[in-house]
T-cell receptor, first 114, second 112 residues
Framework: DTEVTQTPKHLVMGMTNKKSLKCEQH?????MYWYKQKAKKPPELMFV???????INESVPSRFSPECPNSSLLNLHLHALQPEDSALYLC?????????????FGPGTRLTVT | SQQGEEDPQALSIQEGENATMNCSYK?????LQWYRQNSGRGLVHLIL?????REKHSGRLRVTLDTSKKSSSLLITASRAADTASYFC????????????FGAGTRLFVKA
């Protein structure tokens, strides 16, 4: 199984809502990532978890809150988002953290904040 | 800030032609990777080239790396309509941990 799954595929939420994005992999990877991608732009790294510990936090606003309940799951909790947070949110995993390891990406969650 | 910058930003070619995309980066690297993204979907890893390698092949893909110029190129030979996608280079920069930075990307359109 070389798949990273993400749910939901699409999400529309108001600025006062609380929602969560979910990501799952069963490849035994120890590093998991959240990226944000705006239209016609490259993915931008938000968070990295390595061995279930937050390894990198790219000074993302606190309205985004990551959680890694176990080695296979990665969540991104959303609260009080702004319209500019509308984007494609990509989850990825790799065997270990670092550029020697290819990252496997999920299909993404298309988030629209109204 | 972007570690990698790519050119061209967009490329339109006929099926059967070759497509060349370039990527430049700013800091020293251990490895450089290329990824492909179909419209609005997740990225797919294409190839990894190490800093001590100058050229690498995988099927119709050829990647070169020039660490003295801090640049890499991706060549797709005999392109197909199915190659239509965005192509990104990616490197790691160390900032309290290794963080992956993607180049701006090249949008390739292959006309049948």
């Amino acid at each position: 199984d070389t798949e990273v799954t993400q749910t939901p595929k699409h999400l529309v939420m108001g600025m006062t809502n609380k929602k969560s994005l979910k990501c799952e992999q069963h490849m035994g990877h120890r590093a998991m990532y959240w990226y944000k991608q705006k239209a016609k732009k490259p993915p931008e790294l938000m968070f990295v978890y390595s061995y279930e510990k937050l390894s990198i936090n790219e000074s993302v606003p606190s309205r985004f809150s990551p959680e890694c309940p176990n080695s296979s799951l990665l969540n991104l909790h959303l609260h009080a988002l702004q319209p500019e947070d509308s984007a494609l949110y990509l989850c990825a995993s790799s065997l270990e953290q670092g550029d020697s390891y290819e990252q496997y990406f999920g299909p993404g969650t298309r988030l629209t904040v109204t | 800030s972007q570690q990698g910058e790519e050119d061209p930003q967009a490329l339109s070619i006929q099926e059967g032609e070759n497509a060349t995309m370039n990527c430049s980066y700013k800091t020293s690297i251990n490895n450089l990777q290329w990824y492909r993204q179909n419209s609005g979907r997740g990225l797919v890893h294409l190839i990894l080239i190490r800093s001590n390698e100058r050229e690498k092949h995988s099927g119709r893909l050829r990647v070169t790396l020039d660490t003295s110029k801090k640049s890499s190129s991706l060549l797709i030979t005999a392109s197909r309509a199915a190659d239509t996608a965005s192509y990104f280079c990616a490197t790691d920069a160390y900032a309290g941990g290794f963080k992956t930075i993607f180049g701006a990307g090249t949008r390739l359109f292959v006309k049948a």
